[in-house]
């Protein structure tokens, strides 16, 4: 095959499409929430990009037909407007894949109408959090004030590092298209799948796209992940009551 193949399943025509973005990332919090709205919202499969910077690797489905490792768009309906989904389960596994794949997915974009998009992602807090925040960044100023008063925050400095894969370079070049595009990343511990974040990620995004969506599955998934936190916790508490070696030195 060649280096990146392009798939055309669909060819519909979108109203006012908004690019949305969710790959696997930290907490996987911009794919729990692109999975979410694919299962809430009407969706079709439209495109299907293979590379040969994806893992050698096949999955399986149910049905035990395997499929060779790809990006998805999916075209979803969401009200007034439709919506361009991107996800999958690998980004590119090179630098130089990175920028090759995204030119892709802008192109694919690009001829779909879109002129706004949404990278969603999480940014990495070491701890547990309860409440998350969003924070965002943006290719053109103009936007700060519209996506502050949806609930996001802009830091100075944060993230640290700043944005990388797929999200980061969604900004990067998409900004040298012309394009309107925004991360919208939820703090998240780093270290746990996240659907509460993913949910906070959601909220944010449902306020700058303009359109609606139920939660209840993803609430669902958070309150399931509270009680294997709260298992985990337990056991930590537990070992950290455990006599040291030392302890037992002066035992009988």
């Not at 911009?30 to 040969?52: I, T, W």
């Given at each position: 095959?060649?280096?990146?193949?392009?798939?055309?399943?669909a060819?519909?025509?979108?109203?006012?499409?908004?690019?949305?973005?969710?790959?696997?990332?930290?907490?996987?919090?911009?794919?729990?929430?692109?999975?979410?709205?694919?299962?809430?919202?009407?969706?079709?499969?439209?495109?299907?990009?293979?590379?040969d910077?994806?893992?050698?690797?096949?999955?399986?489905?149910?049905?035990?037909?395997?499929?060779?490792?790809?990006?998805?768009?999916?075209?979803?309906?969401?009200?007034?407007?439709?919506?361009l989904?991107?996800?999958?389960?690998?980004?590119?596994?090179?630098?130089?894949?990175?920028?090759?794949?995204?030119?892709?997915?802008?192109d694919?974009?690009?001829?779909?109408?879109?002129?706004r998009?949404?990278?969603?992602?999480?940014?990495?807090?070491?701890?547990?959090?309860?409440?998350?925040?969003?924070?965002?960044?943006?290719?053109?100023?103009a936007?700060?004030?519209?996506?502050?008063?949806?609930?996001?925050?802009?830091?100075?400095?944060?993230?640290?590092?700043?944005?990388?894969?797929?999200?980061?370079?969604?900004?990067?070049?998409?900004?040298?298209?012309?394009l309107?595009?925004?991360?919208?990343?939820?703090?998240?511990?780093?270290?746990l799948?996240?659907?509460?974040?993913?949910?906070?990620?959601l909220?944010?995004?449902?306020?700058?796209?303009?359109?609606?969506?139920?939660?209840?599955?993803?609430?669902?998934?958070?309150?399931?992940?509270?009680?294997?936190?709260?298992?985990?916790?337990?056991?930590?508490?537990?070992?950290?009551?455990?006599?040291t070696?030392?302890?037992?030195?002066?035992?009988?």
């Amino acid at each position: 095959m060649d280096e990146i193949e392009v798939e055309t399943v669909a060819d519909p025509e979108l109203r006012d499409p908004v690019l949305v973005e969710g790959l696997p990332g930290v907490g996987h919090v911009g794919k729990l929430a692109v999975e979410h709205l694919l299962e809430e919202l009407d969706s079709e499969l439209v495109r299907r990009v293979f590379a040969d910077e994806f893992p050698p690797q096949v999955s399986i489905g149910d049905d035990g037909v395997a499929e060779l490792a790809n990006a998805e768009f999916y075209a979803v309906d969401a009200g007034d407007r439709d919506l361009l989904v991107l996800t999958g389960d690998h980004q590119a596994q090179s630098n130089a894949g990175h920028y090759h794949l995204t030119d892709t997915f802008l192109d694919i974009a690009e001829e779909f109408g879109v002129e706004r998009g949404f990278a969603l992602g999480g940014v990495p807090t070491g701890e547990l959090v309860d409440d998350p925040a969003v924070l965002a960044a943006v290719t053109d100023e103009a936007a700060i004030d519209d996506l502050t008063e949806a609930g996001v925050e802009f830091r100075e400095d944060e993230p640290a590092g700043g944005i990388v894969g797929v999200s980061g370079l969604l900004l990067g070049l998409g900004g040298r298209r012309g394009l309107d595009v925004a991360c919208l990343m939820g703090e998240t511990s780093g270290y746990l799948v996240d659907p509460t974040s993913a949910q906070a990620v959601l909220e944010v995004l449902e306020e700058a796209a303009g359109f609606e969506v139920g939660y209840e599955s993803l609430e669902e998934r958070a309150e399931e992940m509270k009680e294997v936190v709260g298992k985990i916790q337990e056991m930590q508490n537990q070992q950290q009551g455990m006599p040291t070696d030392d302890d037992l030195r002066y035992i009988g």
